[in-house]
């Protein structure tokens, strides 16, 4: 494992920014469709956002505006921009790496957002 790697996560107040990034293999990169989710405590794992090799995005209503993804082809890397921040943003987040039939995911990276 330890294919995808999650970094960014950490501490901030509400309205605030964190830029969440997550590295991945060149062979997983080059191939898949990349996603980000986040997991509250007792709660599902729920999609928030998702970029396909063809750069089509996806949002739920509840990220839409605030949140933006993106891939950096050249490093093998994916971002999510998150501003704007609310408290019911906070969660581990999730990297995600799509293929046909098969979801791959990182460790996770811990977002807190105080009131």
């Known amino acids: 494992q330890e294919q995808l790697m999650e970094s960014g996560g950490g501490l901030v107040q509400a309205g605030g920014s964190l830029r969440l990034s997550c590295a991945a293999s060149r062979s997983i990169f080059s191939s898949a469709a990349m996603g980000w989710y986040r997991q509250a405590p007792g709660k599902q794992r729920e999609l928030v956002a998702r970029?396909?090799?063809?750069?089509?995005?996806n949002y739920p209503d509840s990220v839409k505006g605030r949140f933006i993804i993106s891939r950096d082809n050249a490093k093998n890397t994916v971002y999510l921009q998150m501003n704007s921040l609310k408290p019911e943003d906070t969660g581990n987040y999730y990297c995600?790496?799509?293929?046909?039939?098969?979801?791959?995911w990182g460790k996770g990276t811990l977002v807190t957002v105080s009131a």
């Open positions: 995600s790496a799509d293929f046909p039939g098969v979801r791959y």
């Open positions: 970029i396909t090799r063809g750069d089509t995005t």
